[in-house]
């Protein structure tokens, strides 16, 4: 069955950096789009960004482009989430998925974001 395991999440003060990983079994993850979406406290779950099955073509929620950066490793079947100049507001539970909607998604990495 389809598997996606979130890691690299932790707490971080204010601009500070983090990369987070997913590490994806049970499906041919090279012929799909992956997602990143994220639900902060009290907030529903929100998409963040896209990858083309060839890593080709990214895209970003206007609150996190040009800070975020998605890639993945098709040789390993992990995508991946480098998060830099982090502020308070991307303090969230943070998903990889198979769909937009995260309706097939793991269970999350928690991401704090400190003053």
């Known amino acids: 069955q389809v598997q996606l395991v979130e890691s690299g999440g932790g707490s971080v003060q204010i601009g500070g950096s983090l990369s987070l990983s997913c590490a994806t079994s049970g499906f041919n993850f090279r012929d799909n789009w992956m997602y990143w979406l994220r639900q902060g406290p009290g907030k529903g779950l929100e998409w963040i960004s896209t990858?083309?099955?060839?890593?080709?073509?990214?895209t970003y929620d206007y609150s996190v482009k040009g800070r975020f950066t998605i890639s993945r490793d098709n040789a390993k079947n992990v995508l991946f989430l480098q998060m830099n100049s982090l502020m308070p507001e991307d303090t969230a539970q943070y998903y990889c998925?198979?769909?937009?909607?995260?309706?097939?998604r793991g269970r999350g990495t928690q991401v704090t974001v400190y003053s």
């Open positions: 998925a198979t769909s937009q909607d995260g309706s097939n």
């Open positions: 990858i083309s099955p060839a890593g080709m073509s990214q």
